[in-house]
């Protein structure tokens, strides 16, 4: 059955995306990273709605789902003001802004229960880490996986709309042969301060690893995210090997 398409996002204005505007207004929107972040955050969200609905969520946890996708980011902005950066060693984003919705009461504007916010706290905090922290609930759980995948798969997104001109840069350095073992283990790719521009490249290849749900992966086969990704590179030689190995991939979880 052919996936849901979420290239697009399509919403009404309401009091959750007036809250979250409320808040982003406060930066300068007119810088193109920030502007990035901002509709970012709302693709996200419409990816969590998809997820929602195909997992067959109840109408309050379609609303949860809302929330989490819209706020995943929000430590983003108080972290570019800052440092002019969106590197989370300056300042983690996801802890950062599950810090700010707690202590600024964010979520009291938002129509979720009080009882999940706590999910909201720990699924936003857990979004941009290599891996999930220990000792969720299963429900938590569940939030924290769609966050994850509704994040990558609009990175996958922007790297393959031409209006957002997100750039994939290369150079000549080599792919060391630690970087190719997580990789063709099945693992996704940590980024540490040694990784290169060409090893970057196999980072997002590896996303395809932390993606947890079938729509998830029948939505970048069908829309050939990754092939569009790789007919953009310039030296195909050198990174065959992790496409090819990344659409066997897909085949084999599909299957």
Same mark, same amino acid.
Request: charged fraction near 35%; charge should be neutral.
């Given at each position: 059955m052919?996936?849901?398409i979420i290239?697009?996002?399509?919403f009404?204005?309401?009091?959750i995306? *007036?809250a979250f505007? $409320?808040?982003t ?6 810088d *193109?990273?920030?502007?990035?972040k901002?509709?970012h955050?709302y693709?996200v969200?419409n990816n969590m709605?998809?997820?929602a609905k195909?997992l067959n ?7 949860l789902?809302k929330c989490?996708g819209?706020l995943?980011?929000i430590?983003?902005f108080e972290?570019y003001?800052?440092?002019?950066s969106f590197n989370?060693?300056l300042?983690d ?6 810090k700010?919705i707690?202590? /600024?009461?964010?979520l009291t504007?938002?129509?979720i229960k009080? /009882? ?7 699924t936003i905090r857990?979004?941009?880490k ?5 000792n969720?609930t299963k429900r !938590?759980?569940?939030?924290a ?11 996958l ?5 031409s209006?957002? /001109?997100s750039?994939i840069y ?7 042969? !630690? ?7 099945h693992?996704?790719v940590?980024?540490? *301060? /040694?990784?290169?521009?060409? $090893? *970057?490249i196999?980072?997002i290849?590896?996303f ?5 749900f079938?729509?998830?992966l029948?939505l ?7 092939e ?9 030689d ?8 990344v659409?066997q991939y897909?085949?084999?979880?599909i299957?």
């Amino acid at each position: 059955m052919r996936p849901f398409i979420i290239d697009f996002f399509f919403f009404r204005k309401g009091e959750i995306m *007036n809250a979250f505007d $409320e808040y982003t207004n406060k930066f300068d929107m007119n810088d *193109n990273k920030l502007s990035y972040k901002y509709y970012h955050s709302y693709r996200v969200m419409n990816n969590m709605i998809v997820l929602a609905k195909n997992l067959n969520l109840s109408y309050c946890d379609i609303k949860l789902a809302k929330c989490i996708g819209l706020l995943h980011d929000i430590g983003r902005f108080e972290q570019y003001k800052r440092y002019h950066s969106f590197n989370d060693k300056l300042l983690d984003h996801g802890d950062y802004g599950s810090k700010i919705i707690k202590e /600024k009461n964010i979520l009291t504007k938002f129509d979720i229960k009080e /009882k999940d916010y706590e999910i909201v706290y720990k699924t936003i905090r857990n979004h941009n880490k290599y891996e999930i922290e220990p000792n969720l609930t299963k429900r !938590e759980l569940l939030f924290a996986k769609m966050i994850r995948d509704a994040d990558k798969i609009d990175i996958l997104y922007a790297l393959n709309n031409s209006e957002i /001109k997100s750039i994939i840069y290369e150079d000549d350095s080599d792919i060391r042969d !630690e970087i190719k073992q997580q990789f063709f283990n099945h693992t996704l790719v940590k980024r540490d *301060n /040694k990784i290169t521009t060409n $090893e *970057n490249i196999v980072v997002i290849f590896s996303f395809v690893y932390d993606l947890n749900f079938n729509l998830s992966l029948d939505l970048i086969k069908y829309k050939q995210y990754y092939e569009k990704i790789y007919e953009r590179l310039i030296d195909k030689d050198k990174f065959k090997i992790y496409i090819d190995y990344v659409k066997q991939y897909i085949d084999e979880r599909i299957d």
